[in-house]
């Protein structure tokens, strides 16, 4: 079936994560996503040049090919090499955005402006273009020129204030903790992903209706702050400041994470109502709490739930995470597996959905078939899929400057020359690794499977 975005050219200037990855999901929709960047070390895409993760840990002989997270931020796409600092670079630069459709960038507002690329200048070039400035707090308002990662926007946006672990106060109950957390890796670059991603498929309707293209001026910081949510709400109706509340829940009791008897195991639960309590007090096989005193309703449960805690507990833990996933979920109580990487690509609901998809590398990487994420939804007409895998440093420049743009061979030889454009790194070399046992030891990973082949048939999932 045909893909829903084919025809669409997108220029993707951005680098990192957040609107790479939303480039790549514009790829899987069947956009041709031209991925601009530079071949000089000193300007070349970050995610090339990190130390991890490559495959068996091994930057080869193309290590700027063989970054993971490069590889998955990066599918789908072509690449073509231009550096900035030639006034030739710009030219063309622009002169493909003239045949383009979308524009990706995320940089700085001064950035963009200093090499007249920024949306003025880039509409004079192609009125009806849309296009996406990513940037941490916006093109307009004080902190408009401050740079921003995601690590440290989550504390900006109020995110961290509702994440912590439980602690034990004087007495030993648990309770908020006083250390605001980190949501996960990277948590407000995927808000921003999705949300660039929802605006630029409205923009292309809206072009589509009136002729008309569009700035999306996304700020990761608002972005985050609209994901707050009940929390923010909660103060500006009622004056209350939520707490910490661990894997705990305000209105639910017992809701939890559980051990189970495998090496770092765990089930979660959440029980809704007295209905759903009585039917996991069966489950449990004690069937005689539902109507013990410190457990008969709700505010009871929550005043209790350190005990609670210490009887589910006793359940799950001789069960794997499967086992007892199914038991509660076959009562009608929410419950599911907390997996880490092994387990979800090995996950047989994830399997059967197909959730991950297959790449086929260039032989030069050294990289061979490997398995990618692919997206949470289907399409009943259409069919998503990544295409192909990312793309070598400067794999289309042929592709752009002659078919797409139709330079000479004579020109794009002297660009060549001059290191406007390139295939290899100008300058810098490998990272360094560490092995993997010392990352562990390092406390960098939690551990290394040196015998995992492609995805395991473990039998504790089935």
Same mark, same amino acid.
């Given at each position: 079936m045909t893909r829903p975005l084919s025809g669409i050219r997108v220029v993707d200037m951005s680098r990192v994560f957040a609107m790479p990855y939303? /480039?790549?999901?514009?790829?899987?929709? %069947?956009?041709?996503?031209?991925?601009?960047?530079?071949?000089?070390?000193? !300007?070349?895409?970050?995610?090339?040049?990190?130390?991890?993760? !490559?495959?068996? *840990?091994?930057?080869?002989?193309?290590?700027?090919?063989?970054? @993971?997270?490069?590889?998955? &931020?990066?599918? %789908?796409?072509?690449?073509?090499?231009?550096?900035?600092?030639?006034?030739?670079?710009l030219a063309i630069l622009k002169r493909l955005v003239a045949v383009s459709d979308v524009v990706l960038e995320n940089f700085t507002p001064r950035v963009m402006r200093r090499f007249g690329l920024d949306y003025p200048n880039l509409k004079a070039v192609k009125p009806d273009l849309i296009m996406v400035s990513n940037t941490g707090f916006g093109h307009s308002g004080p902190w408009s020129s401050f740079g921003a990662m995601a690590s440290s926007l989550e504390p900006?946006?109020?995110?961290?204030?509702?994440?912590?672990? &439980?602690?034990?106060?004087?007495?030993?109950?648990?309770?908020? @903790?006083?250390?605001?957390?980190?949501?996960?890796?990277?948590?407000?670059?995927?808000?921003?992903?999705?949300?660039?991603?929802? %605006?630029?498929?409205?923009?292309?309707?809206?072009?589509?209706?009136? /002729?008309? /293209?569009?700035?999306?001026?996304?700020?990761?910081?608002?972005? %985050?702050?609209?994901?707050?949510?009940?929390? +923010?709400?909660? !103060?500006?109706?009622?004056?209350?400041? @939520?707490?910490?509340? /661990?894997?705990?829940h305000p209105a639910m009791a017992p809701h939890g994470c559980y051990p189970c008897k495998g090496p770092d195991e765990w089930v979660t639960l959440a029980?809704?109502?007295?209905?759903?309590?009585?039917? +996991?007090?069966?489950?449990?096989?004690?069937?005689?709490?539902?109507?013990?005193?410190? !457990?008969?309703?709700?505010?009871?449960?929550?005043? *209790?739930?350190?005990?609670l805690d210490a009887v589910i507990s006793d359940w799950t833990s001789p069960r794997g995470q499967y086992e007892a996933a199914r038991e509660l979920q076959a009562a009608g109580i929410p419950a599911g597996p907390v997996l880490n990487a092994r387990s979800m690509m090995s996950d047989p609901h994830l399997r059967a959905r197909g959730f991950f998809e297959a790449a086929a590398h260039p032989p030069e990487t050294g990289i061979g078939p490997r398995e990618y994420m692919g997206r949470g939804w289907k399409l009943s007409q259409a069919a998503p899929r990544i295409g192909r895998p990312a793309p070598m440093l400067g794999e289309a420049n042929d592709y752009a400057l002659r078919q797409v743009l139709g330079l000479s061979a004579g020109e794009i030889d002297a660009l060549k020359a001059a290191d406007v454009v390139g295939d290899a790194p100008v300058g810098g070399g490998p990272p360094g690794t560490v092995p993997?046992?010392?990352?562990?030891? +390092?406390?960098?990973?939690?551990d290394h499977d040196p015998d995992y082949k492609g995805h395991p048939e473990d039998s504790t999932t089935g």
């Open positions: 939303c /480039g790549a999901y514009l790829a899987d929709l %069947g956009a041709e996503v031209i991925k601009v960047e530079s071949s000089h070390s000193r !300007f070349m895409e970050t995610t090339r040049l990190t130390n991890a993760p !490559f495959p068996d *840990n091994d930057p080869g002989e193309r290590w700027w090919e063989r970054n @993971g997270t490069f590889q998955t &931020l990066n599918r %789908g796409k072509r690449s073509l090499t231009l550096d900035f600092r030639s006034e030739e670079a900006t946006h109020g995110t961290g204030a509702f994440m912590g672990y &439980l602690e034990p106060d004087a007495n030993g109950r648990l309770g908020p @903790g006083s250390v605001p957390n980190k949501v996960g890796n990277s948590y407000t670059d995927f808000l921003a992903t999705w949300t660039a991603l929802f %605006g630029v498929m409205a923009c292309l309707v809206h072009r589509r209706r009136t /002729g008309a /293209g569009n700035w999306i001026d996304l700020a990761m910081y608002q972005v %985050g702050v609209s994901f707050v949510g009940a929390g +923010l709400l909660d !103060f500006a109706f009622n004056g209350r400041r @939520g707490r910490r509340p /661990g894997n705990r029980v809704r109502d007295d209905t759903e309590w009585q039917s +996991l007090c069966r489950v449990l096989g004690r069937p005689s709490l539902a109507s013990d005193p410190r !457990f008969a309703d709700l505010l009871a449960r929550i005043e *209790n739930h350190d005990a993997l046992d010392r990352q562990v030891d +390092l406390g960098w990973l939690v």
